[in-house]
């Protein structure tokens, strides 16, 4: 972090966070990762004169200061910062839903504000008390003496349930490259991190009701925030927002005396939904001649597809059926309206796995998540897939601010074109979420005898869904 002030305070300040990081580091029991100190000299472009206390963390802003405006968020070197909702010097509870980012203005009001700086790996650097001359030892802040823990002991636990707290937020259980570190007791959900856990009872956090404003947007009680759910993900019935394939591959079509035929690959029973790979067959005068391989899907989006045939050979219009490969994405339409900002999705599943003979496009499931802004900016990402069978469990997985770790983008899957990662502070426009079979049996492929080995997904492999939730 960076606040404006000059001379040698600037250097004081730099050399005694980072004697406070060192110590940080050293209680915590990390031995890989050293957590970086946070630079606060010069963040904020309009504080000229804030008195900062570094042993214990206190900022006082002048007499008069109504609000103040970060400057540039990347000075944190690789860090973030965010509001405490809290008085917890160890574990304090983030309000994930507003970051401090550059821009950003912060409204100081009568009781202050505390600052939780994190580093890349959702660790708790400092946290920080900000507050004017005149409410600075009133009850409402708690001096910073009391409320944040000194340097020397920032990171160690006071007891044994705060030992459980430091530690947690280290556990990684089944690491994959976008998934959420397990939830600590405060049910704090991280904002970037890289392992998965599943599913807690609480992962949503509870905004308390002190809540300091973060810009326009965020000018209403955080016990009002928006955090919607999206329609049907239950999976108890089918819903309009989803869009599947499994009607074209269920409604035969016949061109230049060929049938192509296949079944539906989209079953709804039970709460639960099933979608699976299936063989889409080519027959002359009832000889079948030919087999592609096509997955099942249900995505937020829709699909204009409306026959076997468009599974069979997307785009065609009329003549013999084509042995080639059928793209069928494009005729999916990917994504829905949708603002929020959720941190993690979290699923209950299952899945069977069938091999197929693709040594390049190897069977395996996939479910995703896509935040996307305006002209195709792609705000965060959150994916996962399974290459063997999998038993009904929960999953939950964090999403990736600006960033694509399980390379959506690049990986050859089903995600709508023209998409381009950003830098994760965009606006969010729309939601991009897929539950495939096959991970790859988009493309759907095969052709005459003794073609399976082109096939991109395995016959009969089985994702089955029963609940899915966003996470803020």
């Known amino acids: 972090m960076r606040f404006e002030i000059h001379g040698k305070m600037k250097s004081f300040i730099a050399g005694a966070l980072c004697s406070l990081a060192f110590g940080l580091w050293a209680c915590s029991g990390e031995t890989e990762t050293q957590v970086a100190a946070p630079d606060l000299s010069e963040l904020f472009e309009n504080v000229d004169d804030a008195e900062i206390d570094v042993e214990s963390r206190s900022i006082v802003l002048p007499e008069g200061t109504s609000s103040f405006k970060v400057d540039n968020i990347a000075a944190l070197g690789g860090n973030k910062c965010y509001l405490a909702l809290d008085d917890d010097p160890v574990d304090p509870e983030i309000d994930w839903d507003n970051p401090v ?70 556990e990684k259980v089944e690491s994959s ?33 002190s809540e300091t404003s973060v810009s326009s947007s965020a000018e209403s009680s955080s016990s009002e925030r928006e955090e919607p759910q999206l329609p049907g993900s239950d999976f108890s019935a089918r819903n309009d927002f989803w869009a599947t394939t499994s009607d074209a591959m269920a409604t035969e079509k016949t061109s230049a005396a060929i049938k192509v035929t296949s079944e539906a690959n989209l079953e709804f029973n039970g709460g639960m939904a099933t979608v699976t790979t299936r063989e889409v067959e080519g027959s002359f005068l009832f000889i079948d001649g030919s087999w592609k391989m096509a997955g099942g899907f249900y995505f937020a989006g829709s699909y204009v597809g409306e026959t076997a045939l468009d599974i069979y050979e997307q785009g065609s219009d009329g003549g013999t059926p084509s042995t080639g490969c059928s793209d069928i994405s494009k005729d999916m339409t990917f994504g829905k309206p949708f603002t929020a900002r959720p941190t993690a999705f979290t699923v209950k599943y299952s899945y069977s796995h069938v091999a197929n003979k693709s040594t390049d496009y190897p069977q395996k499931s996939l479910v995703y998540v896509m935040l996307v802004g305006k002209n195709g900016k792609v705000v965060a990402t959150g994916a996962f897939s399974d290459e063997a069978s999998v038993e ?62 082109k096939y991109r997904g395995g016959e009969n492999s089985a994702l089955v869904l029963d609940d899915f939730k966003l996470i803020y």
């Open 101 to 170: 980012s550059t821009g950003t203005e912060l409204e100081i009001g009568e009781e202050g504000l505390r600052l939780v700086v994190l580093d890349d790996a959702n660790r708790v650097v400092a946290v920080w008390t900000v507050s004017l001359p005149e409410v600075q030892s009133s009850s409402s802040v708690a001096p910073a003496s009391s409320s944040v823990a000194p340097s020397s002991s920032s990171a160690e636990p006071k007891s044994s349930s705060d030992a459980e707290k430091v530690s947690s937020s280290s």
């Open 177 to 209: 490259s976008s998934e959420k570190p397990a939830e600590s007791s405060s049910s704090v959900t991280p904002q970037s991190s890289s392992s998965e856990t599943s599913v807690s009872s609480s992962v949503t956090p509870q905004p308390s009701s």
């Open 392 to 453: 009904m469990k929960s999953r939950t997985v964090e999403l990736s601010y600006g960033k694509d770790p399980f390379g959506l983008l690049s990986g050859g899957y089903p995600v709508a074109e023209g998409l381009s990662l950003g830098t994760g502070e965009e606006d969010v426009t729309s939601i991009h979420v897929m539950f495939a079979s096959s991970a790859y049996a988009h493309v759907v492929c095969g052709g005459t005898a003794g073609n399976s080995g």
